[in-house]
């Protein structure tokens, strides 16, 4: 690109880097689309998956008793 000024290499560069980004957040939005619901590929709810205790009380379906705490 001769005859053009260091500034614009460095908006075409900065450009180029948006685009990819651009591009991979496009990719990613698609992967999580089209895999099936329910599938938790992010570990974001690994403590319900392993079976343990669910971060949200009364989520699992437990009811809190009178004392706040949760029947057994």
């Known amino acids: 690109m001769p005859g053009r000024g260091p500034q614009t290499f460095k908006k075409r560069q900065k450009e180029q880097q948006r685009k990819e980004k651009q591009e991979e ?3 990613r939005r698609l992967a999580r689309k089209n895999e099936p619901p329910g599938s938790d590929t992010d570990g974001e709810n690994s403590a319900e998956a392993d079976g343990g205790e669910s971060a949200v ?13 949760f029947a057994a």
């Open 25 to 27: 957040k496009m990719a």
């Open 57 to 69: 009380p009364g989520a699992d379906g437990d009811q809190p008793d009178a004392a706040g705490g």
